[in-house]
């Protein structure tokens, strides 16, 4: 069986179950609907699909010209090591390149540094430019 990517949006139900998988969505309980939303307004992405089931996605955030943000790279964990992630990934860096948008950000999963280096991503120094706050409101 061949997994297809498409840049088309999986169903709201569909993407909430793989964001599920995660374990990201403990700290603010986001609903479908919400995390559909998110997703809409990307500047693009990937889904990835076996026999229609979805495996697997990754978005990007961008302004188009200058600031570009990967994030959501999910991929399934029955599915994991089988490529997906990077098949993914490499799409969506592809699409950067295609854009000539050169200045890519990401945040990353625990664990998951190695992955995002064999892209030529690089860890910020600790005394390097960059702050986030996370703040728990209603949705």
């Known amino acids: 069986m061949e997994i297809i990517y498409t840049e088309s949006l999986p169903s709201k139900g569909e993407f909430f179950d793989l964001y599920e998988t995660t374990g990201w969505n403990t700290a603010f309980d986001y609903s479908d609907e919400v995390l559909h939303k998110a997703i809409s307004n990307s500047w693009y992405s990937v889904s990835a699909r076996l026999d229609n089931r979805l495996v697997g996605f990754g978005r990007i955030v961008s302004d188009g ?63 390097a430019p960059g702050m986030h706050i996370l703040v728990k409101g209603s949705n």
Do not use: W
């Open 65 to 127: 010209f200058y600031q570009t943000f990967i994030c959501d790279l999910i991929v399934h964990p029955d599915f994991q090591r089988q490529g997906i992630g990077m098949k993914i990934m490499q799409l969506l860096m592809d699409h950067c390149k295609k854009m000539n948008v050169n200045y890519i950000q990401l945040s990353c999963a625990k664990g998951k540094v190695g992955f995002y280096e064999k892209f030529g991503f690089h860890v910020r120094p600790s005394d």
